[in-house]
C-alpha cells in the first residue's frame, strides 16, 4: 500500500516536472498566438483574463499584417537570401565536406577543425570590416549583402556536418565504383551524391533555417524596410514611432517561426548525429 | 576543373592512378569553401585587428596607426568597464542557469513516457526559433503595463498588485530578464547536448556499476558525467561564445538601458561602431572579446582530441 502511495507520488512529481518544462519552453508561443488573435480591445483591458479570449478571436490583425505593411515583401527577401545562401552552401560544403572525410588524411582532420573553427568567430567581432568591404562593393543597404555574407557561417556549419555524414558511407562503395572503371570525380558523383541525399536534404534544411535565424547583419546591413530579412522586418519595422501594436507584431511572429520550428523538429535526430558524428569519432 | 579532370584522364599507370588522382581532386575540392572563409572570415578579421589602432571613423577615413591609444581610452571609460563586467555577469549567469535546466530536462526526456515526442517538440521551440522573433514575444511578456507575468504572479497570489515590477525599467531586473531570456533560449540545446551524450555511454557500463552497487546520483556523477564530458563541455563552449558575443537580446529587449544595466560588449561595439561611426574604437571594444575566445576554443580543442565516447 505505502509502495503504491510512493509510486503514485512519484509519477506525479514526474509528470510536473514534465508539465514544468513545457510551460517554460513554450508558454512564450502561447502568449503569441492568443495576441495574434485577439481584438485591441480586449488586448488592452486590464480587467480582462488574458491567458484566453474575453472578444471571440479576429484575423484583423494577420489581414493588417498581408495588406497594410512590408510582411509579404520581408518574406519574398527571406526566400530568395535563403534559396541563394544555399546554393552558394552546397557548391562549397559538399565537395569540401567529402574531401575532408575522405582525401587528405591527417592535414585533412586539422583543416576540418580550422574549418569548423570559423564558425565560432562571432558576427559581432566581424561586423565593422564587413559592413566597410559591403559599402565598398556597393552593396549597402540590399539583401545581396547578406547572401555574400551569410555562407561565412553556413560553410563552415555544413562542412562539418556533412565531413560527419561522409564518413559513415562505407569506402568500399567509391572503391568497387573504381575498379568498374569510374574515376574518382565519377565515384563520387554518381556513387556518393546518390547515398547521401539525405543528408544533404538535412544540411538544405538547416542552411535554411540559419539565415532564417540570423539577425545581427541583417541589423548591421540593412536600414531599409524594402529590402529587410522577415526576422529583422517584424523584429524592428513594425514598431511605429513609439507605439507597439503587440496584435500585429504577435501575428507576424508567429508565422516568422512556423516553418523554422517544424524544420527542426523533423531533422533534429539527424542533426545531432551529424553534430556528434562530427565532434566526437 | 575540368583541365585537371582530362589531363588525369589518362593516368601513366594504375598506381599513380590511386595516389595522385586523390590529392589533387581533394584540394580542389575543399578549395572553394577555403577561399570563401578565408576571404570573408580571415580578411575582415585582420582588418578589425587594423581598425582597432588606428583613427579609423566613417566621416574620417584616416588609416593612421596610433598604437594602442584606442584601447587605453576604452578602459578608462566606465561606460565601458560597466560592459565588460555586464557581459561577464550575462554569459555566466544564463548559462549556469542553462546548464542546469538542460541537465533535469535530459533526465526528464531520457525516460519513455507517452507523448515524448510531443513533449521534446515543444521544448525544443525556444531553441529553434529565431531569437529575435522569440526576444520581441518575451518584450511584451515583459511590459510595463499588460506584463502577463504579473499577471499571473498576482492571481497566484505571489505578488500584490501595488508592487508590480516594471521588469525592463528597473537597473537589476532588466539584467535578470536579459539573463533569463538567454538561459531559456539556450537550455534547449543543452538538453540535446546532455542527451546525445547520455545515450552514447554504453548501457552495459551503466549495468555493470548498478550490479556494483552505483546508486542512481553515483552512476549520474561518477560514471555518465565524466563520460559525456568532451560533449557537454563542446556544447557548453558553444553556448559560452553564442551568448558572451550576442547582441540581439540585448538590443531588442533592453537597448543596454537602463543606462547601461545591461549593456554587453557586441552591442557596445555595435553601438559605438555602426551607429556613431566610430569605426576604430567599435573595433576596439569587440576585439577585447578575442582573448576570451581564444581561451576557449583552446579548451574545446583538447576536448575534441580527448573524444571518450
Known sequence: MSRALANVARESGFAATVAFFVILAAFPFYWMLITAFKTNADLYDL???????????????????????????????????????????????????????????????????GIFLTYLVPPTLLFLPLSRIITMLGLQDS?????????????????????????????????????????????????VIPLSVPAILTVVIFTFTLTLQEFVYALTFISSAGEKTITLGVATDLVRGDIYFWGELMAGALIAAIPVAIAYNFFLDRFISGITGGAVK | MVAITEKLAKPQSRLQFVLDRPRVLGALFVSPAVLYVLALVGIPLCLAIYYSVSAYTIYNQDYSFVGLRNFIQIFQDDVFLRTLWNTFLFTLGSQILGLILGKFGALVLLRPFP??????????????????????????????????????????????????????????????????????????????????????????????????GAGFWRRNYQIILPMIAPIVVVGLIFGTVFTFTDLSIVYLLTMGGPVNATSVLGFEGFQVGILSGDVSHGAAISLVMLPVLFILVVVMLRFIRRREI
Open chain 1, 143 to 191: 539583401l545581396w549583402s547578406l547572401v555574400l555574407v551569410y555562407p561565412t557561417f553556413t560553410i563552415p556549419f555544413c562542412t562539418w556536418l556533412l565531413m560527419g555524414f561522409f564518413k559513415a558511407v562505407p569506402r568500399e562503395i567509391e572503391e568497387a565504383a573504381i575498379v568498374d572503371g569510374c574515376s574518382n570525380l565519377g565515384a563520387f558523383v554518381k556513387m
Open chain 2, 115 to 212: 507523448g515524448r515526442k510531443l513533449v521534446r517538440a515543444l521544448i525544443i521551440l525556444p531553441w529553434a526559433v529565431p531569437i529575435a522573433i522569440a526576444t520581441v514575444a518575451w518584450e511584451w511578456m515583459f511590459d510595463s503595463l499588460y506584463s502577463v507575468i504579473n499577471w499571473i504572479l498576482i492571481a497566484l497570489g505571489l505578488m500584490n498588485p501595488a508592487d508590480a515590477p516594471n521588469w525592463l525599467g528597473d537597473p537589476h531586473l532588466a539584467m535578470i530578464c536579459v539573463i533569463v531570456v538567454n538561459a531559456w533560449r539556450f537550455f534547449p540545446f543543452a538538453i540535446v547536448i546532455f542527451l546525445a551524450g547520455i545515450t552514447a555511454v554504453p548501457q552495459d557500463v551503466i549495468d555493470a556499476a548498478t550490479v556494483d
Open chain 1, 47 to 113: 480587467s480582462n483574463m488574458p491567458l484566453w479570449f474575453t472578444d471571440p478571436p479576429t484575423f484583423e490583425h494577420i489581414r493588417y499584417l498581408f495588406e497594410k505593411t512590408l510582411f509579404t515583401q520581408w518574406l519574398l527577401n527571406s526566400a530568395i537570401i535563403g534559396v541563394c545562401v544555399v546554393a552558394i552552401t552546397l557548391v562549397c560544403a559538399v565537395p569540401a565536406g567529402y574531401s575532408l572525410a575522405r582525401m587528405t588524411g591527417r592535414n585533412g582532420e586539422a583543416l576540418g577543425i
